[in-house]
């Protein structure tokens, strides 16, 4: 969350820095800021609430540079206001920094060492500048040593990109935690949150590890440990396409990207099966699947309900248990394990915090992780002992569509490849590349759907304040994320229920116009799913019925055309995406960018 760019050495700074905020803004997007100077030491700090728009209105024609940095803020200490965003400054204004992360002990850092000083906001960002600042104004410290001695007392995570104003030739970099990449220009450097936001300048990239100290300056990189060893880092260059960040000619980039899920699907065909259809999946996670007594799958949101759509099918095809784990919950106490554990880490970001704390523990055990992820050399990448790739392409829309899809659909491909090498029949018998080719199928006829879909929303959640899915086994999975999907885009409070449950309590909630959205795909669970319909119906709930062919009924109102049953979770959230989608459009919210949230969820 929070996303930081900074670049030294070149003309057109603050287009840099403007550009890079746009691509940085799904990290958090409540206030920004940028700080440039030029060669003549000439310097502006502009700040502004709201999108990058806003910023780049009030930024007016004389706020050019040759270096600067930047910010796009998802609030944590403090609400979203001019004084809270970054960049902060020390108490003379002469140390300007940028933060992304959470540092813990700042109310201790402020008692004991800043107790006289007066703060123009909340945040504990600007805590740590007044430290840096403190320890060269009063302490006389050089700004190197001042920065480390900071370090060496901030606890907590963070990227800090920081800058002298009386030597503005050099960007001061650290990094525990939060994610931070250098990128390497002609005559210049960057600092950045992620590649994708300096693609536009640069194709070669070089990694910061955690608890690394970089000073940048327009021809050099210096990386050191925090005692000062000096530490080598080849550069390495990324095949990221820049057309693959642009919406095209979509209003939405959600829409853009629940349309690209067909061609996702088919892609991952490729790259995990061979042309006559055995599995291309490297032969050391398969080993390592088949050596584990059970799989846990860790993850967040909308990756944590893609592991119940995928959970089914991988204890199906690998006769190995599966547990699930949300992150944020396992990373303060992990349970009982069995005696060979693998872990499965299904990440969008790769760089989701709560996962990632959940890795450094499974690695501090020695224990083997694969994690499954859209986006290379992310940190989770890094820190598993393997990945597997979805390949989706960039997804940028806060909501998440086409990695859910596309990591069931990894997952599917990961388990036949461990049945087929435990010689288990049925994972031969699960024809996985026509299977995944149906599914595309399935979603190609779903999307053209849109326009009734729509016409069901209007007539049933453009005005409600609530709503409910129910479904069964699979389809109790699938209404999970489907009713998360709701509630993220269209704040209409939306709960996924398992449609048996719902008799047990919470069908005191059902009064007359109450919307209630039923997924069946199942033939053993359908006829008990109708039943809950009709209890429903009979306590004056609106319904809308998705049920797939094979179940489904004259009267049902989405039909989703047959697919294998493990891989029914894909197939049936299509048209859950799409009534978020148009609920959110419908009543004139913000798609790509829903209130309070952030695409890289990067602060536990
Ligand atoms: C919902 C959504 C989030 C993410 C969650 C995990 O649409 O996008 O719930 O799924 O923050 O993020 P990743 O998958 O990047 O670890």
Redesign the pocket.
């Known amino acids: 969350m929070c996303g930081i760019v900074g670049v030294i050495g070149n003309r057109n700074a603050t287009d840099i820095l403007m550009q890079g905020l746009e691509k940085l803004e799904y990290r958090g997007y409540d206030s920004a800021g940028i700080f440039v100077t030029n060669e003549a030491g000439k310097s502006k700090l502009v700040k502004s609430v709201g999108r990058i728009e806003d910023l780049r209105d009030k930024l007016g024609i004389d706020v050019s540079g040759t270096a600067g940095i930047g910010h796009t803020r998802w609030a944590t200490h403090g609400k979203p206001s001019v004084e809270n965003a970054h960049p902060h400054t020390s108490a003379s204004e002469r140390f300007v920094l940028v933060h992304n992360g959470v540092i813990e002990n700042f109310r201790e850092i402020q008692a004991e060492y800043l107790s006289t000083d007066d703060f123009k906001g909340q945040t504990d960002t600007e805590i740590a500048v007044h430290l840096i600042g403190k320890f060269v104004e009063e302490d006389g410290l050089s700004v190197l040593e001042a920065f480390k001695k900071a370090l060496s007392i901030i606890e907590g995570s963070y990227a800090f990109a920081l800058m002298d104003t009386e030597n503005p030739d050099m960007i001061y970099v650290a990094k525990n935690k939060s994610p931070l990449l250098i990128g390497l220009g002609e005559g210049y450097n960057m600092v950045c949150s992620d590649a994708m936001a300096m693609i536009r300048e640069t194709s070669e990239f070089m990694e910061i590890h955690d608890k690394e100290l970089v000073l940048v300056t327009k021809d050099n990189i210096a990386i050191t440990d925090y005692q000062g060893n000096p530490i080598n880092r080849a550069s390495y260059t990324a095949e990221l396409d820049l057309s693959d960040i642009g919406k095209g000619t979509y209003p939405f980039y959600m829409l853009k990207e629940i349309d690209e899920q067909p061609t996702v699907m088919r892609k991952l065909i490729t790259t995990y099966a061979n042309e006559d259809g055995s599995m291309k999946v490297a032969p050391e996670i398969v080993k390592a699947v088949q050596e584990a007594d059970r799989i846990y799958v860790i993850?967040?949101?909308?990756?944590y309900n893609a592991g119940f759509g995928a959970k089914m099918m991988l204890e199906a095809l690998t006769q190995t248990p599966v547990e699930l784990g949300v992150a944020s919950e396992w990373g303060y106490g992990m349970p009982l394990l069995s005696k060979k554990p693998f872990f499965i880490f299904?990440?969008?970001?790769g760089?989701?915090a709560d996962?990632r704390q959940v890795l450094v523990k499974v690695n501090e055990l020695g224990l083997p992780s694969l994690t499954v992820t859209n986006v290379p050399g992310s940190t989770l990448s890094r820190e598993a002992t393997y990945t597997m790739l979805i390949g989706a392409g960039p997804e940028i829309a806060?909501?998440?569509t086409k990695?859910y899809t596309g990591q069931i659909a990894t997952l599917a491909f990961l388990a036949k490849a461990v049945g087929e090498a435990d010689g288990l029949q049925a994972a031969y018998d699960f024809d996985l590349v026509k299977e995944l080719s149906l599914v595309a199928q399935s979603i190609e006829a779903t999307l053209s759907e849109k326009e009734m879909i729509a016409e069901l929303v209007k007539k049933l959640l453009l005005e409600t304040r609530n709503a409910f899915y129910i479904g069964r086994k699979q389809d109790y999975f699938v209404s999970m994320e489907a009713s998360?999907?709701l509630k993220?885009i269209s704040y209409v409070q939306c709960e996924g229920f398992a449609a048996g449950e719902l008799k047990h309590g919470t069908i005191s909630l059902i009064e007359k116009g109450v919307p209630v959205i039923a997924l069946l795909s199942d033939p053993t669970v359908a006829a008990h799913t109708r039943g809950n319909i009709m209890e429903v119906v009979a306590r004056g709930a609106s319904t809308i019925v998705i049920a797939e062919e094979s179940v489904s009924k004259p009267e049902d109102d989405i039909i989703v055309s047959n697919v294998h049953p493990y891989l029914s979770a894909i197939s049936m959230v299509i048209p859950t995406q799409i009534i978020a989608y148009e609920t959110s459009m419908q009543r004139g919210l913000d798609v790509d960018k829903p209130r309070n949230l952030a695409k890289?969820?990067t602060v536990e």
């Open positions: 993850a967040a949101g909308t990756s299904l990440s969008q970001s760089e989701t996962s806060v909501a998440s990695a998360l999907k993220e890289a969820v």
